[in-house]
């Protein structure tokens, strides 16, 4: 798998899906890399059927977020607010990630 220029935090733009959750943009809540997949919060939601595990636990079914291919997103430039690719640059010998458009710092 490629590497996943996206990191928790970051404003993405999700590329492809169902009518409701395509061209929305959402933050991200957890990365896996060694799956290539991201957690976008409030996007693809799912309804899982859960039993409670322990006394107390919740139980009945219950919405949560689904993950999604790192490659169905695109990071959103916080400067330009618009959908970009990901560049690298190094700084005092650092290496940052860049707008590929506008080459401001992320």
Known sequence: ???INIKVGDTVKILTGDDKDRNQTGKVLEVSP???KVIVE?????TKHVKP???GDPSGIIQ?????YACKVQLVCPKCK????VGRKTVDGKKVRVCAKCKAEF
């Open 82 to 85: 618009q959908q970009t690719r």
């Open 42 to 46: 409030k996007h693809n939601i799912v």
């Open 53 to 55: 595990r322990k006394a």
């Open 1 to 3: 798998m490629s590497k």
């Open 34 to 36: 060694t799956e290539g």
């Open 64 to 68: 949560a977020e689904s993950a999604i």
